[in-house]
């Protein structure tokens, strides 16, 4: 009898919003559509909540930390004892409780999201956040340094993980994000998603979508807005997300005099974002450091709405077929150029069939077959599907 793969993510999408919460979500899915065997843990599901492949749950969704990673080292256990063909955690915090019981016949893959620690310290600062910084960094290096395998999202993050990790670059695969393309092909024309919005009708839209934090350009996204609207005379940058940082962005576009300029969406449920990003003449990705794919670049593109995105991380990766859409520098100056010339001059731009035909490469039609060939290669045996 086959043995399932064993998947370890963090928070359940829709409870929380983000790059690995959506790719977790979408590798289940694409799992199960594919009649792998597999079956996961997340640190919570609300009363009736299931998922595409079984789940389980570390704790409740108010316990504190230690509660969550007892709560993955007993589910973890469980899973070795009735037989796993891998484990394959995408957080390295809720690996690290039972790394010392995986079975020594189990292959460890590893998904790299991102440097948890790193993350940590451009975020915030202070005495205590360099102190947690320095013991993620410590629980990060402890599970990568027993991964049978690695997968990165990027080149650029498969040499952080080999530079800054120290992991052996042959141990390190580079599989791009996996998207699922269905709901965002199915987005709206423009007209009819601003209709149904409310958006208006005689402004240049530009969304953004991003989580409030220093490191995801926000400050510059609106430094540039500031440039672009003495060119672009109606434009209007929406910005939806949430986070740390809201109310100092808010206070800077209010400093700036921008109030008609930008405006904050808060927080846009994940299934309402196809028809945001349809309902935009263009979506910027403004990142400055730490960006290992952008999972956002592919959704827009997906809805038919070309993406500029600033040379950051993994982004130039996701955009080699369309150069065009990067900005020189990450930078207020060039995103502002950039922004320019794409609204001035619509026709440069991809269309919407060519937007939307780019964005087929990140679909998981095409990207779980390279993830099952890694598993593979490491010598889990999960099935026939490909």
């Known amino acids: 009898m086959t043995r399932p793969a ?3 993510g963090s928070e359940w999408l829709p409870n929380r919003a983000g790059g690995l919460n959506r790719y977790f979500h979408g590798l289940c899915e694409a799992l199960a559509a594919r009649e792998v065997p597999a079956h996961g843990l997340v640190t919570y599901l609300h009363k009736d909540q299931c998922g595409p492949i079984p789940l389980r749950c570390m704790a409740g969704d108010d316990a504190g930390l230690l509660s969550r990673l007892g709560g993955a080292r007993t589910v973890a256990r469980d899973a070795f004892e009735q037989g796993v063909a891998l484990a394959n955690p995408h957080f390295a915090l809720y690996a690290w409780p039972w790394l010392r019981e995986l079975p020594h016949d189990v292959p460890l893959i590893v998904n790299f999201h991102g440097p948890w620690a790193d993350e940590m310290a451009a975020e915030h600062r202070g005495v205590r956040v360099r102190l947690k910084a320095a013991a993620a960094r410590a629980i990060e290096r402890r599970v990568y340094a027993q991964a049978t395998r690695c997968i990165a999202l990027s080149k ?60 995801m350009g926000i400050d510059v996204l609106i430094e540039a807005a500031a440039r672009a609207r003495t060119v672009i005379r109606n434009l209007l940058v929406l910005i939806a997300g949430t986070g740390h940082a809201s109310e100092i962005l808010k206070s800077q576009v209010a400093r700036a005099g921008l109030d008609d300029t930008v405006r904050f ?34 959704e827009s593109l997906a809805s038919g709405t070309p993406a500029i995105a600033t040379p950051v991380g993994g982004m130039p990766e996701v955009l080699c077929g369309i150069p065009d859409l990067l900005t020189e520098a990450a930078t207020s100056e060039s995103l502002a150029q950039s922004m320019c010339r794409a609204l001035a001059c619509p026709g440069s731009l991809p269309s919407t069939d060519e937007c939307r035909r780019y964005a087929a490469r990140f679909g998981w039609d095409a990207v779980l077959p390279e993830i099952l060939g890694v598993w593979r290669e490491s010598g889990a045996v999960i099935g026939s599907a490909s």
């Not at 992991?167 to 987005?187: D, M, N």
């Not at 423009?190 to 009708?201: C, E, F």
């Not at 846009?268 to 730490?290: G, K």
Request: a positive charge; proline letters at 7%; glycine letters at 8%.
């Open 6 to 8: 064993f998947l370890i």
């Open 156 to 215: 650029a993050f498969a040499d952080v993980l080999s530079g800054r990790y120290e992991v052996p670059r042959g141990r390190v695969a580079v599989v791009p994000g996996g998207v699922q393309l269905e709901r965002f092909l199915s987005a709206p024309a423009r007209q009819d998603a601003r209709t149904r919005l409310g958006w208006p009708d005689d402004r240049y839209i530009v969304l953004c979508v991003r989580r409030l934090a220093r490191r």
């Open 265 to 298: 969406l808060g927080f846009v449920p994940d299934a309402d974002l196809p028809m945001a990003y349809a309902a935009s003449d263009l979506t910027v990705v403004p990142s400055v450091a730490l960006e290992g794919f952008g999972l956002v670049i592919v």
